[in-house]
Structures are given as C-alpha cells and as structure tokens.
C-alpha cells in the first residue's frame, strides 16, 4: 500500500517548485528553518543539551522526508551546498506532483 504525502514532505514539494525558476535547490538547514521555525545562532556559541536533542529530532525529520520523497522518485539528493550541506532538487515528476499540490492546496507544510 502507498500512503500519500506527510505534511513536511508536501512542504519540501511546494517550496522547491517555487524555487525552481530561480534554478535553486533547498538545504536541509533551510528546510529545518522553513517549515520547522529552527533558529540557526552559531554566533551565541555550543547549543544546550536540549537545544542538541531538538536539532537532531529536527535533522532526523528531514532526513526521512527526503529520502521517503526520494524513493518516490520526486527529488534527488545533492551535496555541495553551505558548508557541505546536503540538499534536494525536483525530478519531472516531483514537479507534476508539487504543481498538483499547489492547484489543490495553497501553501502546505508553512506552519
């Protein structure tokens, strides 16, 4: 059985097709920030223990939406981004489907 889309996964869908005419990938660390209110602060110095637990919680979220949305055929992972970061672009297909989420939807995954 295919189950649909997560919220998140719609999210990462929606904002890398609206992001696609700039020609531009999405980055996790943006990604944690946009659809999980992540504030970044490397300049206040080493997070708290929680403040660790939280960013993990947070990076290991991501990481299974895109390799869930990756399985699907809907993006492909990349690597080279800020700081070594790994990101995500849109396959044709990831573009049909973030196209179809937008007609129906709105704005999924912002919130």
Not at 15 to 25: C, I, M, Q
Not at 33 to 54: F, N
Not at 77 to 86: E, H, L, M, N
Request: glycine share 12%; no cysteine; charged share 30%.
């Amino acid at each position: 059985m295919v189950r649909g889309l997560s919220r998140e996964q719609k999210g990462i869908l929606f904002w890398a097709f609206n992001l696609r005419e700039a020609d531009r990938s999405i980055w996790f660390r943006e990604i944690m920030i946009h659809l999980y209110h992540w504030k970044s602060a490397p300049d206040r110095g080493p997070l708290s223990e929680e403040g660790q637990r939280k960013y993990r919680s947070i990076l290991a979220a991501v990481s299974r939406s895109i390799t869930r949305l990756e399985r699907r055929g809907l993006v492909t992972r990349i690597r080279g981004g800020p700081g070594g970061q790994v990101g995500v672009r849109l396959t044709d297909e990831g573009v049909r489907r973030a196209s179809r989420i937008q007609r129906r939807k709105g704005t999924p995954g912002n919130g």
